[in-house]
């Protein structure tokens, strides 16, 4: 699976912007996909994670309630809507594909290329 992330930019404290992930290669619905970023100095973290068919969403407890994933099998993609975004989610977001639906970047076997977000304050 390759993996190709999208839609970081700059935004001003508030403000949103949504991170869209295309996938190519083997099944897209036959993984679980999620989000994670790494901010300048700190290890990478997770952010939220999909099931295999949508059903079934986990977040971080920094990103609950402002951040919502969601994916569309049709068109091999996994969306990251983020609200209310703050300086503190600045970060290289990056999307990744798990065999199974996990909270943990060991589980992920594919990792896309990362998109800068950046919120000013």
């Known amino acids: 699976v390759q993996l190709q992330a999208s839609g970081g930019g700059l935004v001003q404290a508030g403000g949103s912007l949504r991170l869209s992930c295309a996938a190519s290669?083997?099944?897209?619905?036959?993984?679980?996909m999620g989000w994670f970023r790494q901010a300048p100095g700190k290890e990478r973290e997770f952010v939220a994670t999909?099931?295999?068919?949508?059903?079934?969403?986990h977040f971080a407890d920094s990103v609950k309630g402002r951040f919502t994933i969601s994916r569309d099998n049709a068109k091999n993609t996994v969306y990251l809507q983020m609200n209310s975004l703050k300086p503190e989610d600045t970060a290289v977001y990056y999307c990744?594909?798990?065999?199974?639906?996990?909270?943990?970047?060991?589980?992920?076997?594919?990792w896309g290329q990362g998109t800068q977000v950046t919120v000013s304050s």
């Open positions: 990744a594909a798990a065999l199974y639906y996990s909270t943990y970047s060991s589980a992920y076997d594919y």
């Open positions: 290669g083997r099944m897209f619905s036959s993984y679980a």
């Open positions: 999909i099931n295999r068919s949508g059903d079934s969403t």
